[in-house]
């Protein structure tokens, strides 16, 4: 595989620093910078051992910040560019959606302008299925394909389609050479105590009530971190431009066993569940129909739930240090420890 330099904005993230450790082993001659700006999701302690490849280099910079963005472009001059930085959790979003269409949107279009002016010839959107709205729980053969109309449900994922729809409108009016993926929701190391999976978790660990939303049977489709990069590398380097991939592992759960099941799997009690007020909006079920990623680019799912979650708790188990720093709030210091007097 000939050299490349590929830029990974929101690499401090949960999937981008999976990605940059996927990259990093998967090709040792590729140059990988992440480009963040550490938000509150952000965190650099993550990308520890990455600060230690020759191959990696980190750039604390906002993807609004044209300015940063184009002196940082100009002086890597990446073969391609992958978006992963976005606000992404929908409650936030439900609380304050201003940051939401600021990052989501016109971070975006900064991406797309600077890659435009400087001709870089690849640009990868991360995208989700959440663009596609819900399923209703009692029509199971319903599955979203490329084709099914975007339909957004929350400021979250309106602002995800918004991009979406820039990054179509650039490839057909300028010929932009982009390509996105829209991914379910995915579990795995490094994901941030905000979401269900590490939250219930580390709240069962600590045991502290497991606050369930509405009634619990709200459906997601699971898919582990690292299909997921599988699934964005072969794309950026076999797929076809102008092209949007769904990426899912027919994985459908209910909340309420994913809950019970890392009860049980931490022999926690179940009268830890609490049943909360519903998320405002709260879409009942995503489902991706994954047929074309696999028949276009070969890509599956390899690693199955009952092995992943596994995988996953006992991460969490192993790395309590990461997510106390979270809970502390010490992992906002990293960067300064790190780069203070740089
Ligand atoms: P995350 O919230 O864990 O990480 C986001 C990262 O982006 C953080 O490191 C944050 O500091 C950075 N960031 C935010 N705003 C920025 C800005 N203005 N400039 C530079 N960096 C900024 O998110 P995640 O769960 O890893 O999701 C990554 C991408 O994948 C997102 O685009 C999300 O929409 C998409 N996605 C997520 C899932 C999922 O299940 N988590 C599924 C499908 C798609
Ligand atoms: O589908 C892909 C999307 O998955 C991504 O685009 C988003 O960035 C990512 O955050 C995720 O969105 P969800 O809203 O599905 O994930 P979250 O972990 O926030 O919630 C999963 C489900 O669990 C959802 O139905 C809400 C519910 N929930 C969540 C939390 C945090 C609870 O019942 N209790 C909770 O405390």
Not at 196 to 213: G, Q, R
Request: hydrophobic share 35%; charged share 25%; proline share 5%.
């Amino acid at each position: 595989m000939a050299k490349k330099t590929i830029i990974v904005t929101g690499g401090a993230g949960f999937i981008g620093s999976n990605f940059v450790y996927y990259m990093l082993n998967k090709y040792p001659d590729y140059r990988i910078v992440c480009v963040d700006c550490l938000t509150y999701a952000g965190n650099l302690s993550t990308l520890k051992k990455a600060l230690e490849n020759d191959n990696f280099r980190f750039s604390k910079t906002n993807i609004c910040d044209r300015e940063e963005i184009t002196k940082l472009f100009k002086e890597e001059n990446p073969d391609i560019v992958i978006n992963f930085a976005a606000e992404s959790h929908v409650d936030r979003s439900i609380k304050d959606p201003d940051l939401f269409v600021k990052t989501n949107v016109s971070g975006t279009q900064v991406l797309m302008d600077v890659c435009r002016e400087l001709n870089i010839p690849r640009y990868h959107q991360v995208s989700t299925d959440e663009v596609y709205g819900d399923l209703p729980l009692d029509r199971p053969d319903l599955f979203f394909t490329e084709k099914t109309p975007i339909h957004a449900s929350s400021p979250y994922s309106a602002s995800k389609a918004g991009a979406d729809l820039l990054v179509l409108a650039y490839c057909r009016t300028f010929k932009f050479p982009a390509t996105i993926s829209r991914c379910s929701n995915n579990y795995g190391p490094y994901h941030f105590p905000e979401k269900l999976i590490p939250l219930m978790i580390i709240n069962a660990l600590n045991d502290k009530p497991l606050p369930v939303y509405g009634d619990g049977k709200n459906v997601r489709d699971w898919l582990y971190v690292e299909d997921h990069c599988r699934a964005i590398d072969l794309i950026i380097h076999n797929g076809k431009i102008g092209e949007v991939y769904n990426v899912g592992g027919h994985n459908e759960m209910s909340n309420i066993d994913i809950v019970k099941l890392i009860c049980e799997k931490l022999g926690k009690p179940e009268s830890l569940i609490t049943y909360v007020e519903d998320r405002k909006g709260h879409d009942r079920r995503y489902a991706i129909d994954p047929t074309k990623i696999h028949d276009e680019l070969g890509w599956l799912p390899e690693t199955k739930f009952k092995d992943g979650i596994e995988k996953t708790i006992d991460w969490y188990l192993n790395n309590k240090e990461w997510w106390e720093e979270i809970i502390s709030g010490d992992y906002q210091n990293y960067y300064e420890k790190m780069y203070g007097d740089k």
